[in-house]
């Protein structure tokens, strides 16, 4: 059974810094996607960061530049290293995988995408 775990999400001032990870177990993908996404309350949950298989990264044009994504094959952990948070950062944070993603990257952070969820990490960033 596929399990995703996030974590390290907080409360922080505008300008800090947060890492979020998430460790997963139960699965042993080799041609996986992995990705981050975000809901806010009242928006609809939108991708912010995913890796492909190739480990070619993707990130939503607002966080270009403040966020990086990676990853630990070894611990089977997926990191977003997010800085210089702004208040519209705020948000239910959860990692999703893709165990059967297209060779050509489509849908990669689209959330229709991905089949499986953590239960994801709140942050909250304050003005």
């Known amino acids: 059974q596929v399990q995703l775990v996030e974590s390290g999400g907080g409360s922080v001032q505008a300008g800090g810094s947060l890492r979020l990870s998430c460790a997963a177990s139960g699965y042993r993908y080799s041609n996986h996607r992995m990705g981050w996404f975000r809901q806010a309350p009242g928006k609809e949950r939108e991708g912010v960061a995913a890796i492909d298989k190739d480990g070619s990264t993707r990130y939503t044009d607002s966080v270009k530049g403040r966020f990086t994504i990676s990853q630990d094959n070894a611990k089977n952990t997926l990191y977003l290293q997010m800085n210089s948070l702004k208040p519209e950062d705020t948000g239910m944070y959860y990692c999703?995988?893709?165990?059967?993603?297209?060779?050509?990257?489509?849908?990669?952070?689209?959330?229709?995408?991905?089949?499986?969820w953590g239960q994801g990490t709140q942050v909250t960033v304050s003005s």
């Open positions: 999703a995988v893709d165990p059967n993603p297209p060779t050509n990257g489509y849908g990669i952070l689209d959330q229709y995408e991905y089949n499986y």
